[in-house]
């Protein structure tokens, strides 16, 4: 109920999350409530932590603080993010965001180094934890001010489809345990003897390394390059398919630069008599509808059928049904028939997902050796590809 009236107060069109203006108020926002409660945060932990000897809350104090500096980088990010095309980079800056994602990462992993150092020497050099009710107080009030940060986050990072405020909300969920753990080990000075303080920081370091190597990997998979998402692609082939007269689609790739920067192009079949101007009339329509709905620029390129072919027709049903019975992971396409001495060549692609990419040449030969013991007449010639979806 609160996030969605900060949105409304403070995003105009907040519902209109494809825009990069709509993006960038976003982030702003995340990042203006982060800091804000970070710094009220920070400055009751260093107190209670100065009050009670407490590493573990001097460290939870201290990663408040450094929770600042990535809300000001979120800002920043965003900003510069929503900066739109120049001469310079024609695609945009929206890949500015997956960077932001990788200096978060490292300032997570920088904190959790630090936390890690106090801890051990914590533990080589135990001094004694004081209990108080306020310390109590305090962090259950943190853990409550940053699990209401992870909602937030959350809720935000999924109105937009933005890594980067999920990992910032992921990172205040993450907070909300370490807390919890804070307070447990303030707990046992009631019962214990022994100071675990040491101990407990040694697990929050660990958190903030593991936290920090998991946003970095999601940073950097973006940056690299990842897999086409399954739902999105299967929507693309269905807009497209959907139109009179294609007859397949596949070779879909789709390239991200940046959140609500996609581009994909398509090999798209239609039969070898439709003429050119009907048949990119026909594709420029489909483009069209991806673009309106799922806001992806499809470039497509034509595959010519010879749908009257009969011998071409009947190789490509034999060699879908053996595919379909032994290789239903596999897919064939551009399929053409090549006339030769002394049989005519059947030619076609076979896509192979990349866990089988070990196997690819084995199962080409075993998929050759099928269909020529069901159509001797024929050779067969296939070509390996693979795909770049999930």
Request: aromatic fraction near 8%.
């Amino acid at each position: 109920m609160l996030t969605t009236l900060l949105m409304k107060l403070f995003i105009k069109d907040y519902k209109q999350t494809d825009t990069p203006a709509v993006r960038e108020k976003y982030g702003i926002l995340s990042g203006a409530c982060c800091i804000v409660l970070n710094v009220l945060l920070s400055a009751l932990k260093f107190a209670v932590g100065a009050l009670t000897n407490s590493v573990a809350i001097t460290a939870d104090a201290f990663n408040n603080l450094t929770d600042c500096l990535t809300s000001l980088l979120t800002i920043l990010g965003f900003r510069w993010s929503a900066k739109p095309a120049d001469k310079e980079h024609p695609f945009g800056h929206a890949r500015i965001e997956y960077l932001v994602s990788l200096a978060v990462a490292g300032i997570i992993l920088v904190t959790g180094y630090e936390v890690m150092r106090g801890s051990i020497n914590m533990i080589i050099n135990p001094e004694p934890v004081i209990f108080t009710p306020v310390a109590v107080a305090v962090l259950v009030f943190g853990m409550a001010v940053k699990f209401w940060m992870f909602l937030f986050n959350r809720k935000l990072g999924n109105a937009i489809n933005s890594n980067t405020l999920l990992a910032v909300g992921i990172d205040s969920r993450n907070d909300v345990l370490i807390t919890a753990a804070t307070l447990v080990s303030l707990l046992f000075t009631l019962f214990l003897d022994f100071v675990i303080d040491g101990y407990v920081g040694v697990l929050i370091a660990l958190v903030f390394l593991h936290s920090g190597y998991q946003v970095a990997k999601e940073a950097l998979d973006r940056i690299i390059g990842n897999p086409t998402e399954k739902d999105v692609a299967d929507e693309i082939r269905k807009i497209v398919k959907g139109y009179e007269g294609i007859l397949g689609v596949h070779d879909l790739v789709v390239h991200s630069y940046g959140p609500g920067r996609d581009m994909a192009s398509l090999h798209v079949e239609v039969p070898l008599d439709m003429s050119l101007a009907v048949s990119h009339d026909i594709t420029e329509k489909a483009g069209s509808e991806v673009f309106e709905k799922l806001g992806v620029k499809l470039v497509v390129h034509l595959d010519p059928i010879d749908t009257a072919d009969e011998r071409l027709q009947g190789m490509i049903d034999l060699t879908r049904n053996l595919l379909q019975k032994n290789y239903p992971d596999l897919h064939a396409h551009e399929f053409r028939i090549k006339n030769s001495m002394p049989k005519p060549i059947l030619v076609f692609d076979l896509e192979i997902p990349y866990e089988h990419k070990k196997e690819a040449f084995a199962l080409r030969e075993s998929i050759v050796d099928g269909i020529k013991k069901a159509a001797p007449e024929f050779g067969c010639n296939i070509n390996i590809e693979y795909g770049y979806e999930d």
